[in-house]
């Protein structure tokens, strides 16, 4: 995966990773930081932790279909029936 879209997610603007991050953790069920941490363990984890609030991102909140993200929510329904 990483070879195949590096050059994509490198070429992100700061909103756009935001939004991914948010569609990650609405299709995984899991935050940004516990997939790192998985993944990568926590101590780098935690560093893109620190990179993320920098850019006022919180890579440990969970996605909020009802909440916050409510509004991307209905974007990616409409997506996903075709509407959009």
């Known amino acids: 995966l990483?070879?195949?879209?590096?050059?994509?997610?490198r070429n992100m603007s700061t909103s756009q990773g935001k939004l991914l991050l948010k569609l990650i953790?609405?299709?995984t069920d899991?935050?940004?930081?516990?997939i790192?941490?998985?993944?990568?363990g926590v101590i780098p984890a935690t560093f893109w932790y620190g990179?993320?609030?920098?850019?006022?991102?919180?890579?440990?909140?969970?996605y909020d279909s009802l909440g916050e993200d409510a509004?991307?929510?209905?974007?990616?329904?409409?997506?996903?029936?075709?509407?959009?």
């Open 2 to 9: 990483f070879a195949q879209f590096e050059k994509d997610v």
């Open 25 to 27: 953790s609405r299709e």
């Open 30 to 34: 899991q935050t940004a930081f516990g």
């Open 36 to 40: 790192l941490k998985t993944y990568k």
């Open 51 to 62: 990179v993320g609030l920098f850019f006022h991102e919180n890579m440990k909140a969970q």
């Open 71 to 84: 509004q991307l929510e209905k974007i990616v329904k409409k997506y996903k029936i075709g509407k959009l």
